[in-house]
DNA sequence: CGATCAATTGACTTAGCTCAAAGCATGTGG
DNA sequence: CCACATGCTTTGAGCTAAGTCAATTGATCG
């Protein structure tokens, strides 16, 4: 919970405004693999504390895994809209801290402090614009440039790293990775394996990836300038 | 003009917000063909009051034909952020009356009236979910499928169509459209070839379609049912 | 009516998917 | 602490959908 209130907007001469939407927050830990239950009722707004997740449908029968929407992590604000719009769920990746709040309520209080708002809104229009960025490029990037692209966001994400080397775990399955760019795993694999040649980047074990240039990856991707943190 | 201020949530009880939200749009009108001139330093919020246009990337060496990132019509308000975060420019397809508001001030002033500022969010809120859903399902759809998905987005857009037969003219080209999905020209027109043969629509000239049945081009475009309005 | 550019159609190539088998991690039980 | 079993990952061999190149048809506008 204090992380989430570190991640408001500060010096709005408004605490109480935190108290209060502290106290509508539901916290809740999951367990690595849990999801959390959907509900029908209401949009939620959920705040990762710790740990990594993957927004997904649910597995159907023509898709055995369900489709990735997005992976999020400690410090992310994400909205779950109700079921009725398509009944995507949040996965655990890892043990997760995570904290709930009814989206009607939320926005309620932060109407008090129009900053919090502005700032939400802020957010939200920079997440829709380099969505619809990705989204578009997408549609026209190769299975390697595809892979290039998710190594470089998740450099950004977890390692906090845009330009040299650097090294991290990635908290989710190949399976989970190809879901999230449109690939099948073994498709996944290969690129891997091709970067790897390419002396671009090495392998430890199932997750732990060692990046040797950020930027090589970035310009493999086809990304112009702008950084997105998906 | 009259156009935007329809567009505002009704019943605030703060019409002189919306005064001053006109006070600082700039009307502008744009010939077929013309593109918005970008402005490097200050994010804008465009009002669409009549006619169609593309966001796209200006063309490139490596993309002859920039890529689109959406499709707009009147009585979209969409955000168009300045250059420093991928230089997307915005395209009349025909010609168009826009209104243009610098971002800044413009939330300065909704900020005066909460209602307002909350109504732009959780418009935003929405728009990301379905940039999100879309971006992840096109990466696992195959040309058949994206052109059925964006041929029902144009009935829900252009005729306000979800469900029977229903006939509208496109105003885009073949190109725009493939650029759009990730899919060349040659692929859009045989795919459409295709539905055509298969009895689900009809065309007439360049632009002018014709779907016999949208509720069916939205299950070949694998839609489980949320209405999404790109 | 003719010129021009968009759209269609065809032939061929290729990136990525499918099916199938073999290697490795990771976790469990002895 | 080691052996084994399970399931993830890698690698290999075709196959198919979509891209590329090229030629033709058709629409729109001067």
Redesign the interface.
């Known amino acids: 919970m204090e992380a989430f209130r570190e991640a408001l907007p500060v010096g709005t001469g408004a605490a109480p405004i935190a108290d209060r939407l502290c106290a509508i927050g539901y916290c809740l830990h999951l367990t690595k693999g849990d999801q959390l239950a959907p509900d029908a009722h209401e949009d939620r707004l959920v705040f990762i504390a710790h740990g990594s997740a993957k927004?997904a449908a649910p597995p159907a029968a023509d898709?055995p895994s369900g489709?990735?929407?997005?992976f999020h992590f400690g410090g992310d604000m994400i909205?779950v809209?109700r079921q009725?719009?398509?009944?995507?769920r949040l996965f655990a990746l890892s043990d997760c801290d995570i904290v709930i709040f009814p989206a009607d309520r939320f926005?309620d209080i932060a109407?008090?402090d129009?900053?919090v708002?502005?700032s939400?809104?802020?957010r939200?229009?920079?997440?829709?614009?380099r969505?619809?960025?990705?989204?578009?490029?997408?549609?026209?990037k190769s299975a390697q440039q595809r892979i290039a692209d998710f190594l470089v966001s998740m450099a950004e994400r977890l390692a906090d790293c845009t330009n040299g080397p650097c090294a991290f775990a990635l908290p989710m399955s190949r399976r989970d990775i190809g879901d999230?760019?449109?690939?099948t795993i073994e498709t996944v694999s290969r690129q891997l394996t091709e970067l790897r040649e390419a002396g671009l980047l090495e392998t430890e074990g199932r997750s732990k990836v060692c990046l040797s240039d950020v930027a090589a990856l970035a310009r493999i991707a086809g990304r112009?300038?702008?950084t997105s943190t998906n």
């Open positions: 927004l898709a489709q990735v929407l997005a909205s809209l009725s719009d398509g009944d995507f926005l109407q008090g129009p900053a708002l502005r939400v809104l802020a939200s229009l920079q997440a829709l614009h969505s619809r960025t990705r989204m578009m490029q997408m549609g026209h999230s760019l449109g690939l112009q300038s702008g």
